[in-house]
């Protein structure tokens, strides 16, 4: 379950003077930096912050990661970070895939939960399974209650609304502006992004990236475990989480019997 638990501040971000680079700074020149100034007194940023050996990460971490970021462990054994640009590129797909992830691990798990232990009928709760509605006369049925007329049967009409809206929002996002708004960061943007005011405290923030980061690569392996227990199993992860809590010895990923052919329509 702490898979889907998102990070609610950073994931909608906000604006901070003292953690955005000036939008007068050229892109390119602001991704070489690799640099966020961060809260003081934080203890998961800086040479001091936590890494992956622990006490004996000492003369194993690359001196060009020093903790500027949130979630630098230190760890970089195949030197990928050592250019700035290369980190910079890699530090915001990273937190755009676990943005991501966090909702999937979200989306493919509270259907099945609701409908088993909170009685809401979803037509088809297994998020392998659930797409398959739309080729169906009646189509899908959203939070197993309404249809959208247009939208519930016609798959072409959902995908092309979908890549136009996330398009645009995606578009917004990399541009750090939109109608109404300008000068924003293109990976903590706040602004509209943040209706709630969450990262106003800048020690908030600090420690809320954090928390994004970690909760999102989390959600990344996660949703690799599931897509890789629908393939072996044919299951969806709530039911192998029971049937392994049945029969742990029996179901489990070290025994080659347990494994079914896949078969969505199982």
């Known amino acids: ?69 949130a979630g630098d462990y230190g760890w970089d054994t195949a030197g990928l970070s050592a250019d700035p640009q290369t980190f910079a590129r890699y530090r915001t797909v990273e937190v755009i895939h676990a943005r991501w992830a966090m909702l999937g691990a979200l989306g493919i798990l509270l259907p099945e939960i609701l409908e088993k232990y909170a009685g809401i009928e979803f037509g088809e709760p297994v998020w392998f399974k659930a797409g398959a509605q739309i080729f169906t006369g009646e189509g899908i049925k959203y939070l197993g209650a309404f249809t959208i007329p247009a939208f519930s049967s016609n798959i072409i009409l959902t995908l092309g609304v979908e890549i136009l809206l996330l398009g645009l929002a995606e578009a917004y996002r990399a541009n750090g502006e939109g109608p109404g708004v300008e000068g924003l960061d293109d990976l ?79």
Request: aromatic residues 12%; hydrophobic residues 35%.
């Open 1 to 69: 379950m702490a898979a889907f638990a998102v990070s609610a501040k950073p994931f909608l971000g906000t604006q901070l003077k003292k953690s955005v680079v000036s939008r007068q700074t050229s892109k390119p020149a602001r991704c070489a930096t690799r640099q966020i100034v961060r809260a003081s007194g934080d203890d998961w940023y800086g040479p001091d912050r936590p890494k992956f050996l622990g006490p004996f990460s000492e003369g194993v971490t690359p001196e060009y990661l020093q903790g500027e970021f």
């Open 188 to 266: 903590y943007p706040g602004g509209p992004f943040d209706p709630l005011n969450l990262a106003d405290d800048p020690d908030t923030f600090s420690e809320l990236r954090v928390k994004e980061i970690k909760n999102g690569r989390l959600a990344m392996f996660a949703n690799f475990g599931f897509f890789v227990q629908a393939i072996v199993t044919g299951k969806s992860p709530l039911q192998n989480l029971e049937d392994h809590l049945a029969e742990p010895f029996v179901n489990n990923g070290f025994l080659p019997f347990t494994a079914t052919k896949f078969d969505p329509s199982g």
